[in-house]
């Protein structure tokens, strides 16, 4: 089975202060990792995916993540937040491209 | 604008009682898919339909039960509600099944309330 873990329930930062946003797996098998994004009152929208290759992906809106298969880790990173940036985040796992499995979400809030 | 649409936007009822969720794909999209996420258990995947059929279950109560209609639009019924069905549901869809990923894309969810 796949599960998802993200550590922080909440995230504070600075507008134009850089941010990451943990996100950890468990998979005995290779998955297929994302990121989405919820904007208050919205539905989740697509922020970036890693399928396979390079393992910098780089994904709308000026985010980034990295995987690391050695560390089961997607983290989610950007070097300078806007307010717009303010919304809640989900780091999702799944195998068949099709299922997904997602964190509990991090909530990002960035102080002017 | 994901395309994808969700009727209605609010739901308010009363425990014991029977809804439906209806949602309609983005034009093209063969595959439905449910998700309820609430404060508790965050965002779990309910189940999957691929052009009429069931494909994949989640975390779905027996009390709840969906389907997808020839025209592609899919409905989710929710019975014998309780109040620990009050969530926010949403309905996505992507083209296909296919090898690998497919995108799926969300629409703006029903929020049930039960009271």
């Known amino acids: 089975a796949q599960s998802v873990t993200q550590l922080d329930s909440q995230v504070p930062v600075f507008e134009e202060a850089p941010v990451e946003l943990r996100c950890n797996y468990s998979s005995s098998v290779s998955v297929y990792l994302f990121w989405y994004v919820q904007y208050p009152n919205q539905g989740l929208q697509l922020l970036l995916k890693?399928?396979?290759?390079?393992?910098l992906v780089k994904g709308i809106n000026g985010f980034e993540a990295e995987f690391n298969k050695s560390q089961t880790s997607f983290h989610l990173r950007k070097p300078s937040v806007h307010i717009s940036d303010t919304a809640e985040y989900f780091c999702a796992v799944s195998v068949t491209g099709n299922q997904f499995y997602f964190g509990t979400g991090t909530s990002l809030t960035v102080i002017p | 604008d994901s395309g994808v649409t969700q009727t209605p936007k609010h739901l308010i009822t009363a425990t014991g009682q029977r809804v439906t969720l209806r949602c309609s794909p983005r034009?093209?999209?063969?595959?439905v898919y449910w998700y309820q996420q609430s404060l508790d258990q965050g965002l779990q995947f309910l189940i999957q339909?691929?052009?009429?059929?069931?494909?994949a279950k989640g975390n779905i109560l027996e009390r709840f039960s969906a389907q997808q209609f020839p025209d592609l639009h899919s409905e989710l019924n929710l019975s014998s509600l309780e109040l620990g069905d009050s969530a926010l549901y949403f309905c996505a869809s992507s083209v296909g099944l296919g090898q690998g990923f497919n995108e799926q894309f969300f629409g703006p969810g029903t929020r049930l309330t039960v009271l």
């Open positions: 890693y399928l396979s290759g390079s393992t």
């Open positions: 034009s093209g999209d063969l595959s």
């Open positions: 339909y691929y052009n009429g059929e069931e494909r």
